[in-house]
């Protein structure tokens, strides 16, 4: 980390410089980060998920200056495009060869698959190696207040769909990760002797607090994966005898569905967690069953770092809740009142967090950071909860016009944007949709134009292809004459809702 912290000081960062990361799960992430942070730099997380509009308004809006990425075609070029088009003068670029054991035959493969790119190397560029290429002797950055320290801009959605850069501070993610830590008690969490398996993408604030922060917090070895792979990773903790899991339930879905599942070894893990969306009962109860390890889900956000509440390794569980607050932090049901009114007990309310994990403010938009705030401090997170009188939480719907997909979040205006954009589109509305594997998925509704062709799904998705991210696609779509609208002409959602809830139901029958 020291090497790294020196590479970049070298490349000028410092307090108030930005640097992006736009890397899959590899080693280049961990050491970036840090490495980064220990310069007195800022860190802003980028997917690889996003479609290339969504990456230029991050650059922009940001404030990114240098990124680091791989020479893969899936992310060098789109990041090369950024050095015209954006505010953006530097990319570290890196390769996986140089982080495995047998670098020769790595990069001979992937070239042989073509999944490299050619760099096109000049000034504006950097190998990864020769960032690390010094010393390791850098000019330690002088904290005044890790509370106020801006550490990392991890950009979230929002009911407009335009991203927003929720401010993270240093003292945010010491909170949380210590809030992390208390859920694992002495006997379940071994300092030093874990073995923590990564499949969660690491530019996602539940990785990053769950993964990095609190793996390394606890001193366990961190067994990266770039992507979650079924038998890959069954095989990886069986052989590597992993301990420690977290995961978004669509991942426990695909365990739990594997054919002959109970031949496999899951018995060496001890701690278990997940996150991102809500999980069955069903689910919890058959995981421990097979694997011996109780299946803790909690909630959390980007905005409070991914902490909020969680349910104990060795606390009561209740069905369908997410568990209680975490040390340290608040939480509150009120009404959608200006005042922010709480609501009687058992009653429905928007959950409210307090805490010192939640956000210092959203990047260079006030406005937008005053809506999120109660009058007496507290994050309103567009999620409507009930509260038992133990304290423990469920999420039972929301007010913001999202989905959850498979642990991301996916806004329907984005989706609407990009399909209004087919000259043939009259009329579109998108609502999630139940899916079994990932939660929810984004079906659209459209009317077409008087005279046009037919549209089918295969064709929508080709169009939409260049102009959303993966997890953001289509994955059913129906043709309509019209779409039901309320008495002042808005398109009516709730109605195809509540339709699409009536055909599930009468299919489970």
Not at 165 to 191: D, K, W, Y
Request: charged residues 20%; hydrophobic residues 40%.
């Amino acid at each position: 980390m020291a090497c790294a912290a020196a590479g970049f000081q070298s490349i000028g960062v410092q307090q108030g410089i930005h640097v992006g990361l736009y890397l899959p799960n590899t080693p280049h992430y961990i050491i970036s980060f840090f490495g980064v942070l220990k310069a007195g730099g800022t860190v802003v997380n980028y997917s690889p998920l996003d479609a290339e509009s969504v990456l230029m308004h991050k650059v922009e809006d940001s404030e990114t200056d240098i990124m680091v990425t791989l020479d893969l075609s899936g992310l060098y070029p789109q990041m090369h495009k950024m050095l015209s088009t954006t505010r953006l003068k530097k990319i570290v670029v890196g390769t996986l060869a140089e982080m495995s054991a047998q670098p020769e035959t790595t990069c001979a493969t992937m070239n042989k698959n073509g999944l490299l790119a050619l760099v096109e190397w000049d000034d504006a560029h950097l190998a990864f190696a020769r960032l690390l290429d010094n010393d390791g002797v850098f000019s330690v950055y002088p904290f005044r207040d890790p509370a106020t320290t801006l550490a990392v801009l991890q950009y979230t959605g929002g009911t407009t769909g335009v991203p927003k850069g929720a401010m993270l501070t240093h003292g945010n993610l010491i909170a949380a990760t210590a809030q992390f830590r208390s859920i694992g008690e002495p006997g379940v969490i071994e300092e030093g002797q874990e073995r923590l398996l990564v499949v969660l993408p690491l530019f996602h604030i539940f990785a990053l607090s769950v993964n990095v922060l609190f793996g390394i917090c606890i001193g366990a070895e961190l067994v990266l994966h770039v992507r979650f792979e079924l038998d890959a990773v069954l095989r990886a903790i069986k052989n590597q005898q992993i301990t420690v899991f977290a995961g978004v339930p669509s991942m426990y879905t695909a365990i739990l569905a594997k054919p002959g599942l109970d031949a496999q070894d899951l018995t060496s893990l001890t701690f278990c967690l997940s996150g991102g969306a809500p999980i069955s009962v069903a689910q919890a109860q058959q995981f421990e069953q097979l694997s011996g390890c109780r299946l803790l889900e909690g909630w959390g956000m980007t905005e409070t770092a991914a902490a909020g509440c969680f349910t104990r390794a060795s606390g009561m569980q209740k069905a369908h809740s997410c568990g209680t607050a975490l040390p340290g932090i608040s939480l509150r049901l009120v009404d959608d009142s200006e005042s922010a009114d709480p609501v009687a007990q058992g009653q429905r309310g928007e959950l409210c967090i307090k805490g010192p994990n939640v956000m210092s403010a959203y990047w260079h938009n006030p406005q937008a950071t005053a809506e999120a705030m109660t009058p007496d401090g507290y994050f309103r997170t567009g999620d409507i909860a009930l509260m038992d009188e133990d304290g423990y939480i469920s999420i039972v719907d929301r007010c913001k016009d999202m989905i959850l997909c498979g642990g991301f979040n996916v806004y329907p205006r984005i989706i609407e944007s990009a399909i209004f954009e087919h000259p043939s589109v009259a009329e579109v509305a998108v609502i999630g949709v139940y899916d079994a594997y990932r939660g929810e998925s984004p079906k659209a509704f459209i009317t077409l134009k008087k005279g046009a062709e037919p549209l089918s799904l295969g064709q929508l998705s080709a169009f939409l292809k260049s102009r959303l991210g993966k997890h953001e696609m289509v994955y059913a779509l129906e043709i309509r004459s019209d779409l039901p609208k309320t008495l002042v002409g808005k398109l009516a959602k709730k109605v195809l809702i509540d339709e699409e809830q009536v055909k599930r139901t009468n299919a489970d029958h």
